[in-house]
Structure formats: C-alpha cells, structure tokens
Nanobody, 117 residues
Framework: QVRLEESGGGSVQPGGSLRLSCAASGSIFSIDVIGWYRQAPGKERELVAAITRGGRTNLADSVKGRFIISRDNAKNTVYLQMNSLKPEDTAVYYC???????????WGQGTQVTVSS
C-alpha cells in the first residue's frame, strides 16, 4: 500500500505562484513515476506533469515554461512549482502513482488551486 498526501493549494491572483507538495509513504520502494493531475469543474482529469525516481520529467504543453516538477527521494516527496498562474489553471490537483509489482493505482485526496482576481 502506498499513501499520497498533497499540500500547498490555495487561492492566488493571476500571475502568482504556488508550490504543491506530494508526500509518499508506505511501500515506496515499489513506486517509480509520480504524476500530478488536475480536474477542473465539468472537465476530465488531465495529466499536468510527471517525474521518475531518476528525475526524468514530462510536462503538459499547457504548463511548459510555467510549471516545474521536482523530486526529493530522501523525503519521498514530489513538488510542483507553479508560476505565472492563469485562471484556467484553477482545478483540484491530485498526485498519483502506480505500484510496479501489483499495478495498483494510488491517488492523493487532492488540493484545490484557485486562480482569480
């Protein structure tokens, strides 16, 4: 079992910044990629960014140049630094990982990000 806990959401004005954290606990030896997803009201959940244990990253085109994903393996934590935020970034942000041995998906509880003037 893997547990993911997000933190760092909140409300910010357009152009502002937030940093989200995703702390993993439990059977962390069985996970590699951790991803950030978001879901806006009335829309499907979408991948925002992902990072492997080795530090390879993948970002959605909509956030390239504005968001940075990083990982501290010693702390079992993945970060999403969000800069130049736009109203369309408003969503609940979730982190997700997959247990490589069982194939089970694990999601965090989500954290709300609101970008509004």
């Amino acid at each position: 079992q893997v547990r993911l806990e997000e933190s760092g959401g909140g409300s910010v004005q357009p152009g502002g910044s937030l940093r989200l954290s995703c702390a993993a606990s439990g059977s962390i030896f069985s996970i590699d990629v951790i991803g950030w997803y978001r879901q806006a009201p009335g829309k499907e959940r979408e991948l925002v960014a992902a990072i492997t244990r080795g530090g390879r990253t993948n970002l959605a085109d909509s956030v390239k140049g504005r968001f940075i994903i990083s990982r501290d393996n010693a702390k079992n934590t993945v970060y999403l630094q969000m800069n130049s935020l736009k109203p369309e970034d408003t969503a609940v942000y979730y982190c997700k990982t997959v247990d490589r041995s069982s194939g089970a998906n694990y999601w965090g509880q989500g954290t709300q990000v609101t970008v509004s003037s």
